[in-house]
């Protein structure tokens, strides 16, 4: 049973930094990606952030040139650094793995928010 437990959520101003973590623990035979989701108040799910195994990263461009992500493949853990924020960027958090057949695995999410 793969489990994915997110950390580094919390406040932050408008302008300022948060990072958060995720470590995946469990077995399984392959992995195909890890990224980041969130979810506002009356909003879908959307995707934040994602790292392949070849470090290939895509990101919603409401936030390109803001964030970023690093993966470590041997430690499977992600971290999504957030920088410029802004109180859009309000929602919870989920980490996401991607394993094969493309079954996804989630954590169970941290609050982010940004007010002043």
């Known amino acids: 049973q793969v489990q994915l437990v997110e950390s580094g959520g919390g406040l932050a101003q408008p302008g300022g930094s948060l990072r958060l973590s995720c470590a995946a623990s469990?077995?399984?035979?392959?992995?195909?990606?890890m990224g980041w989701y969130r979810q506002a108040p009356g909003k879908e799910r959307e995707l934040v952030a994602r790292i392949d195994n070849s470090g290939s990263t895509n990101f919603a461009d409401s936030v390109k040139g803001r964030f970023t992500i690093s993966r470590d493949n041997i430690k499977s853990t992600v971290v999504l650094q957030m920088n410029s924020l802004n109180p859009e960027d309000t929602a919870v958090y989920y980490c996401?793995?991607?394993?094969?057949?493309?079954?996804?695995?989630w954590g169970k999410g941290t609050q982010v928010t940004v007010s002043s």
């Open positions: 469990g077995y399984i035979s392959s992995v195909k990606s």
């Open positions: 996401n793995l991607r394993g094969p057949y493309d079954i996804d695995y």
